[in-house]
C-alpha cells in the first residue's frame, strides 16, 4: 500500500509562488504516473498537472499552463509543482494521484490533499 503525503500550501497574496510537494512511501514503479488536482468549495475535481514517472514526459491542465511546473525527484520518490503568478481562483485543495500504469484510468492512490488559498 503506496501512502502518498502532500504539503506545501498555504495562505498566500495574488501573484507570490508556491511549491507543492507529494512524496510516495514508496518508489514508485517505473510504469507509474503521478497528477496533480484541485478542487474547489462547490465545483469538481479539476485537473492541474501530470507526469510519467520513467521519462518525465508532462502534461498540464488549461489552468496551469505557463504558470505551473510539475517535476520529480526519484531519490526522494517526490512530485513538485511549483505555482507561480498564484491568482485568487487557484485556491482550492490540492490533491495528488498515483497510478501504477500510466495509461490507466483511474488511479490506485491519493493523498489526502493540501489547502492553498490565493488573497487578492
Known amino acids: 500500500q503506496v501512502q502518498l503525503v502532500e504539503s506545501g500550501g498555504g495562505l498566500v497574496q495574488a501573484g507570490d509562488s508556491l511549491k507543492l510537494s507529494c512524496t510516495a512511501s514508496?518508489?514508485?514503479?517505473?510504469?507509474?504516473?503521478v497528477d496533480w488536482f484541485r478542487q474547489a468549495p462547490g465545483k469538481g475535481r479539476e485537473f492541474v498537472a501530470g507526469i510519467r514517472w520513467n521519462n518525465n514526459v508532462v502534461n498540464y491542465g488549461d489552468s496551469a499552463e505557463g504558470r505551473f511546473t510539475i517535476s520529480t525527484d526519484n531519490i526522494k520518490n517526490t512530485v513538485y509543482l511549483q505555482m507561480n503568478n498564484l491568482k485568487p481562483e487557484d485556491t482550492a485543495v490540492y490533491y495528488c494521484?498515483?497510478?501504477?500504469?500510466?495509461?490507466?484510468?483511474?488511479?490506485?492512490?491519493w493523498g489526502q490533499g493540501t489547502q492553498v488559498t490565493v488573497s487578492s
Open positions: 494521484a498515483l497510478k501504477t500504469l500510466w495509461t490507466l484510468r483511474d488511479y490506485n492512490y
Open positions: 514508496e518508489r514508485p514503479s517505473t510504469t507509474s504516473a
